[in-house]
C-alpha cells in the first residue's frame, strides 16, 4: 500500500500568520491517465470530513481562496495564507491513485 | 443541496453482524461512485471500500481489514447506499462514514453512524 507521512503532526499557529503542511507519498501519485489524484481534507472539531483540494491544487466549491495546495509527484503542500480560528482542526492528506487509497496520519493545527 | 444520511450504527457483540444505510438525495445517485470510509475512535481516518456506477459496471473493491467480511452494494431505484458488516471485530468499532466520489477522492461527507463491537 502506498504510506502517506505527513509533518508536522501538530501545528500551532498564530492567527492571521501563514502555516503550510507536507506530505509525502511512498511512490509516484501521478495516475496512467496523466492526473495526480492527491486530496486534502479539513475535519474540525466533532464534524464530519470536509474535502478541500482535488488532484493536487483544485479548490472544491465553497473552500476560501486562503488555502492552496501544490507539489508533484510524491511532494505535496497544503497551505493556508493567514490562519483564522475556524481553521482549527486536523488536516488529512489522501491519495486517490492506487488502491487501496490512502490517508496521511492527520496534521493537527491549533491557535497558539 | 447533496445530503447523505446513514443509518444502522450501533451496539453489537463480537463475530455479530450489522447493516449500514446511506440515504442520498441532492444529485444523481444512478451515476455516481460511492463508498465507505471509518474512524475509530480518536484516530485517523480509514478506507473501508467503493461501489462504481452502474454504468461502469457496479464493481466494489475494499481494504485488506475487511476484505471477506463485509459487502458494499447499491440500491440505485431507492438512492441508497449499504454497507453489509460480518463477522465484526472489536476493531470495527468507528464511526463510519458515507461518502460520494469525485474528482479521485470523497468530495462530499454524511455526518456518520457509530458501530461499537464489545462484548
Known amino acids: 500500500d502506498v504510506v502517506m507521512t505527513q509533518s508536522p503532526l501538530s501545528l500551532p499557529v498564530t492567527l492571521g500568520q501563514p502555516a503550510s503542511i507536507s506530505c509525502r507519498s511512498s511512490?509516484?501519485?501521478?495516475?496512467?491517465?496523466?492526473?495526480?489524484?492527491l486530496n486534502w481534507f479539513q475535519q474540525r472539531p466533532g464534524q464530519s470530513p470536509r474535502r478541500l483540494i482535488y488532484?493536487?491544487?483544485n479548490r472544491d466549491s465553497g473552500v476560501p481562496d486562503r488555502f492552496s495546495g501544490s507539489g508533484s509527484g510524491t511532494d505535496f503542500t497544503l497551505k493556508i495564507s493567514r490562519v483564522e480560528a475556524e481553521d482549527v482542526g486536523v488536516y488529512y492528506c489522501m491519495q486517490g491513485t492506487h488502491w487501496p487509497w490512502t490517508f496521511g496520519q492527520g496534521t493537527k493545527v491549533e491557535i497558539k | 443541496e447533496v445530503q447523505l444520511v446513514e443509518s444502522g450504527g450501533g451496539l453489537v457483540k463480537p463475530g455479530g453482524s450489522l447493516r449500514l444505510s446511506c440515504a442520498a438525495s441532492g444529485f444523481t445517485f444512478t451515476n455516481t461512485w460511492m463508498s465507505w470510509i471509518r474512524q475509530a475512535p480518536g484516530k485517523g481516518l480509514e478506507w473501508v471500500g467503493l461501489?462504481?456506477?452502474?454504468?461502469?459496471?457496479?464493481?466494489?473493491d475494499y481494504t485488506a481489514p475487511v476484505k471477506g467480511r463485509f459487502t458494499i452494494s447499491r440500491d440505485d431505484s431507492k438512492n441508497t447506499l449499504f454497507l453489509q458488516m460480518n463477522s465484526l471485530k472489536t476493531d470495527d468499532t468507528a464511526v463510519y462514514y458515507c461518502t460520494t466520489l469525485w474528482g479521485g477522492g470523497p468530495n462530499f461527507w454524511g455526518q456518520g453512524t457509530l458501530v461499537t463491537v464489545s462484548s
Open positions: 511512490q509516484s501519485l501521478v495516475y496512467s491517465d496523466g492526473n495526480t489524484y
Open positions: 488532484k493536487v491544487s
Open positions: 461501489i462504481k456506477s452502474k454504468a461502469d459496471a457496479g464493481t466494489t
